[in-house]
């Protein structure tokens, strides 16, 4: 089905709207001057029925029949299509005017049953209005005389002909002339979307800083700039992490294998022995894993990007999962002499493997980062139908400027550590996912040395 433009369809819909009024207007105006055409037939043919009552009360015998007919026609001239008979007790023709044409059955049914109601009949090619009645005369009471009186409607006809005539060759004008105006209104309506467009095709891969002017766009236009210059945004942000998430990887991958190229081309250069064989496949087998961990954790990041980490959900005490890390990196914290302590507990609903990686993930980074002879905290505790687990370090703090990158993939505070083995620079990020996966948030803040990570995830109903 092929497309229609706003502009033909708003023509179209002038055209329609204004068509139907027109024609509201004309039926309206047509029904009104044909009322009055036959209120004003209805006030002579009135007139003419009482001028004929009146004339035979005064009709005494058969002798006076000549002079009321004289009277009749007298009070007939000047009246052209008026037309007058008179039927008498025996249904004798008493009168008629020269051109009369009256159905005689239908004249004294509606004399009976309808007097002086208006009716109308067809004769030929001619059209008459008229009305019949009972009426006495002046022999007796009872000696009673049909009378109709009638007029030739063809030239009220006519007009009505003509009037429709001309209403449908005005509509028709009128139609052709709004379709051509509202098509013009249409396009002038319609310029700034036009500019919206011409505003939208400068924008590209290089230029995706470019955002519509919402200022100078129509009221009703405003929020589609809006929208549109916000959903530039979220894809501006998104080109630049994906430009980002690539040029770390090719970073990130590049170092481990130039390292094994190296190391390779340099056993192969000459004949060693077995011990130097073995301390360069024990080398090359820890650049091995360092990327496999990379790739696997950039697997899960995928999943999670499309929805399709799903946990397999356990009731979990969080203080028994914390302490149970904490028999996992008791040896490391001894060795830089920190206390680990947790405060609290509370009850999630979350899959344990995933809920353990994403708080040792933060434990992992705290012991890194903290400060020899100081406590690492997680406090743990229930509000507002959420449980809050907050890990609290004193050490490296985090700049403001980086509070929003944290979780951003690849990313390091300290650049100086881009190349170190202590993990992958993915763990924030990946803790990110498995957050938002069972439905919570997480939220960094750092304040001097101080820096506390917090998860809020749903509480167990």
Known sequence: MGRTSITRRLALLFVTASSAVLLALGFVI?????????QQDMEVLRGKMELAQHALKTFKSQDDLARISQLLDNSLVGHHGLELIIFGPDHALLFATPEASFPFDMMVAHAAQSPNRPMTWVVGNETYRGIAAESPTGIS??????????LNIAHHQAFMRSFQQ??????AGAALLTGLLGWVIARRGLAPLRAMREQAQVVTAQQLSHRLQVETVPVELAELAQSLNEMLARLEEAFHRLSDFSSDIAHELRTPVSNLMTQTQVVLSRARDADEYHNILESNAEEFERMARMISDMLLLAKADNGLVV?????????AEVLALFDYYDAVAEEKGLHLSVEGDGEVSADRPMLRRALGNLLSNAVRHSTSRTTIRVRVHTDQGAVSIGMENTGDGIAPEYLERVFDRFFRVDPSRQRSSEGTGL??????????????TISVASIGKVTTFTIRLPRVP
Do not use: D, N, Y
Not at 141 to 150: D, H, N, Q, Y
Not at 166 to 171: E, S
């Open 141 to 150: 009471e009872r000696s009673r005389v049909v009378v109709a009186v009638a």
């Open 166 to 171: 001309t209403l449908w060759i005005f509509v």
């Open 311 to 319: 946990p397999s959900r356990e009731t979990l005490h969080v203080a």
């Open 30 to 38: 047509a029904t009104s001057v044909e009322k009055h055409f036959e």
């Open 427 to 440: 763990g924030l990020a990946i803790t990110q996912s498995i957050v938002v996966a069972h439905g919570g």
